[in-house]
């Protein structure tokens, strides 16, 4: 069983930034994929970046340049650095563990861009 616990949402002005952590309760970290998603109001589930156990990423389109997606497999933890912070990327942000056919999801925590 993988418990994943997200932290460090909150209420930013535009053009700010926020940093969400992701700390996983599982035995092998370093082995799984680990990404960040996030959901607006009335919209579908959306990759926003993506880590590899080997340590490649890929970003959303959205996000390139602004967000920054890191891990730390002592801590078992996932990073997600954003900078430039916009009111389109207000929204819950998740953070899910994969590995083959597996996936495992946290909570969500709520990021909300405005003045």
């Known amino acids: 069983q993988v418990q994943l616990v997200e932290s460090g949402g909150g209420l930013v002005q535009p053009g700010g930034s926020l940093r969400l952590s992701c700390a996983a309760s599982v035995s092998i970290f370093r082995i799984y994929t680990m990404g960040w998603y996030r959901q607006a109001p009335g919209k579908q589930r959306e990759l926003v970046a993506r880590i590899t156990s080997g340590g490649s990423t890929n970003y959303a389109d959205s996000v390139t340049g602004r967000f920054t997606i890191s891990r730390d497999n002592a801590k078992k933890t996932v990073y997600l650095d954003m900078n430039s912070l916009k009111p389109e990327d207000t929204a819950v942000y998740y953070c899910?563990?994969?590995?083959?056919?597996?996936?495992?999801w946290g909570q969500g925590t709520q990021v909300t861009v405005s003045s």
């Open positions: 899910k563990a994969e590995l083959t056919s597996l996936g495992y």
